[in-house]
């Protein structure tokens, strides 16, 4: 009886420790199953979520689209707002001199047709186009989301034209023998022009000419310039001159060419020696009396 009850207490403790070890295997199980989850699901945040674009939930403007932009008379020009996470709104666009809708969505509420919305499929960009833009169209456009309350995005367009200007002018004063040095800048072309011509008294300036001591230097570029260099000036030198390229309006100058130590309002024109004859006179005229 005694070997019996020995027996049944070491079944008991080997039945006990076999339902610890169990117990110990099977809290290892879930402590790995738990490390494997959290590890699987470290990789599935890390390897796919962090790559899906993330949009918060109202809609936005993309800052990179310019503020600013600059236009020529008679070339079309874009304006141009990227809007985020769009959902079911609309974009419109809004000319704030007059307050008038230009465009709603990818239609033109206008009746001036030189306005046009463009807009491509599943694309964030809204684009307000102007067919031969003038100088009247600069001014503030602003591009909407219909949210309550909208929001807008301004851009500020600047339709500008080609201009000449002949640095130092309209009258520049030269003393006879130095060298008069005419600088033309040519500004807002769709393209450098093809040639700058320079003219004297109306007539086109030869360089090969007995005169000599005549000659140019042209640049070109976004702000072409031409610069006319005469030596040893003379009065025969003095008078109007003119630069005229070929893609934009002409530039005048004249020219006074001064002698002795003549003061230069003297030589200027006709006009200010008037004047100053008349001061003389005043001046000789109150002494008298």
Request: aromatic fraction near 8%.
């Amino acid at each position: 009886m005694a070997r019996s009850r020995g027996a049944v207490c070491l079944f008991t403790v080997h039945f006990l420790s076999c339902i610890i070890v169990c117990r110990q295997d099977s809290g290892n199980s879930r402590s790995r199953d738990q490390s494997t989850v959290s590890e699987s699901s470290r990789r599935f945040r890390t390897e796919f979520l962090e790559d899906w674009p993330h949009t918060p939930g109202a809609p936005y403007f993309d800052p990179s689209t310019p503020d600013n932009v600059t236009g020529l008379v008679g070339h079309p020009v874009t304006l141009l707002c990227k809007v985020k996470n769009l959902q079911n709104r609309t974009v419109s666009w809004v000319r704030h001199r007059d307050i008038h809708l230009l465009t709603v969505g990818r239609y033109t509420y206008t009746s001036d047709q030189r306005f046009e919305a463009q807009h491509k499929p599943r694309s964030e960009e809204w684009a307000l186009r102007i067919r031969s833009p003038q100088r009247r169209d600069s001014g503030q456009y602003e591009c909407q989301i219909s949210t309550t309350p909208p929001v807008g995005h301004a851009v500020f367009l600047n339709i500008v034209e080609p201009e000449t200007e002949i640095m130092g002018g309209p009258d520049l004063f030269i003393y006879a023998g130095s060298t008069i040095n005419l600088t033309c800048i040519v500004r807002h072309t769709p393209e450098p022009p093809s040639t700058i011509n320079w003219t004297h008294r109306g007539k086109t300036i030869n360089f090969d000419s007995t005169r000599g001591g005549i000659s140019l230097v042209t640049e070109k570029g976004i702000h072409s310039s031409s610069r006319l260099l005469v030596q040893s000036a003379r009065t025969a030198d003095a008078g109007a001159y003119q630069c005229v390229p070929d893609n934009a309006q002409l530039a005048s100058a004249r020219v006074h060419v001064l002698t002795g130590e003549t003061p230069a309002a003297m030589q200027g024109s006709g006009q200010w020696a008037s004047c100053f004859s008349l001061a003389t006179l005043l001046l000789l005229a109150s002494a008298i009396i």
